[in-house]
């Protein structure tokens, strides 16, 4: 059995790539010309070019597939040109799901986000059976995976071997970019961080959620989303966690939403002038006016799906952070304390 894995070149696709290399199976990855490919190396998995955007350049790397991992997304919260994800996460997805009908494919597993479940509006903790609308997706990467998802269940209702995955917020090494959440641990290890808004995640240790996807592939039910997540935990508690392992101090000033969005507007016409990435991302800003805690039971109960330690995530991640160059030298004190696991 050949699977192909798109997205390997990214954090949480590397590691699902990994595990499914570990677990002796043949692994195909598809990867853009352009892409960073440092997340492969040493992977030993067959390496096809091609783009998602793309959808003649599919057609070989799914030649004798009869699985498929799709990870990749533009997971970005600001982009001067809002339609390359769109382009990326909806027509890519509707690319790849074409090409996979087309060669027969046994199974399909789809990446999608807790953001297109995870709403602010319900009393109780959002699940899977939470119907969410297109309206309640806050900026253009949000949007953009409802709107994939949405194709991806219509696919499922058409008789496609579809599953779907909502990873919450993965944490650990190999987040070479690195994502929103990994920047988060950068800026706070290299002292950038006056502050915290008051807003909440669900976090996941990345190597469990990627474990995940292949308990999907194995004992998930077609058409059917699983939320592969953690702890729910408020920003407050990651950043004394991060404290805890790293023996830095953790901000104790509590940003109103209010200044915060003040911050972003600012930073962002300064980026315009400067042509930059805007360092307070306003999309940013206005995701975190709510906590996005969710029950993510169901994974446990229907696949065995368990999530380890977070603390132990995070000194992972903080040490690799440390290890790759991300962390400015402070002496020889270590970013991450001896005993942490």
């Known amino acids: 059995m050949k699977t192909l894995v798109t997205g390997a070149t990214g954090f949480l696709g590397s590691h699902v790539a990994?595990?499914?290399?570990?677990?002796?199976?043949?692994?195909?990855?598809?990867?853009?010309?352009?892409?960073?490919?440092?997340?492969?190396?040493?992977?030993?998995?067959?390496?096809?070019?091609?783009?998602?955007?793309?959808?003649?350049?599919?057609?070989?790397?799914?030649?004798?597939?009869?699985?498929?991992?799709?990870?990749a997304a533009d997971y970005r919260l600001w982009a001067r040109d809002s339609r390359e994800i769109y382009e990326s996460n909806v027509n890519g997805t509707r690319n790849l799901l074409d090409g996979a009908r087309r060669a027969g494919i046994e199974k399909f597993i789809y990446t999608s986000t807790v953001a297109t479940i995870a709403v602010p509006h319900h009393a109780e903790l959002p699940n899977e059976a939470t119907?969410?609308?297109?309206?309640?997706?806050?900026?253009?990467?949000?949007?953009?995976k409802f709107?994939?998802?949405?194709?991806?269940l219509q696919a499922a209702e058409q008789g496609m071997p579809v599953v779907i995955v909502n990873p919450t917020t993965p944490v650990g090494p190999g987040d070479w970019k690195?994502?929103?959440?990994?920047?988060?641990?950068?800026?706070?290890?290299?002292?950038?961080?006056?502050g915290y808004v008051d807003t909440g995640l669900n976090f996941v240790p990345v190597e469990d959620c990627a474990r995940g996807h292949l308990l999907a592939a194995e004992r998930g039910r077609i058409g059917e989303r699983y939320i592969l997540g953690g702890l729910n935990l408020t920003l407050k508690g990651m950043l004394d966690m991060l404290a805890a392992v790293t023996?830095?101090?953790?901000?104790?000033?509590?940003i109103p939403h209010a200044l915060a969005y003040a911050a972003g507007c600012l930073d962002t016409a300064v980026s315009r002038v400067m042509g930059r990435e805007p360092h307070i991302p306003l999309e940013g800003v206005r995701m975190a006016r709510h906590?996005?805690?969710?029950?993510a039971s169901k994974a446990g109960r229907e696949l065995g799906f368990v999530a380890g330690p977070m603390e132990a995530a995070v000194a992972r991640a903080a040490r690799w952070y440390e290890s790759n160059g991300y962390i400015a030298a402070r002496g020889a004190q270590p970013a991450v304390r001896a005993h942490a696991a």
């Open 131 to 144: 119907q969410a609308s297109i309206g309640e997706m806050i900026g253009h990467y949000k949007r953009s």
């Open 178 to 194: 690195p994502t929103p959440t990994g920047k988060i641990i950068v800026d706070f290890m290299n002292g950038r961080m006056p």
């Open 291 to 295: 906590k996005m805690f969710v029950d």
């Open 147 to 152: 709107m994939a998802e949405q194709c991806v």
């Open 247 to 254: 023996g830095r101090r953790a901000p104790r000033w509590k």
């Open 18 to 71: 990994r595990q499914l290399v570990e677990r002796g199976e043949e692994v195909r990855v598809l990867a853009r010309a352009s892409s960073d490919v440092r997340a492969l190396e040493g992977l030993g998995a067959e390496r096809v070019t091609g783009d998602l955007r793309d959808a003649a350049s599919l057609e070989s790397a799914l030649a004798g597939v009869t699985r498929i991992y799709h990870v």
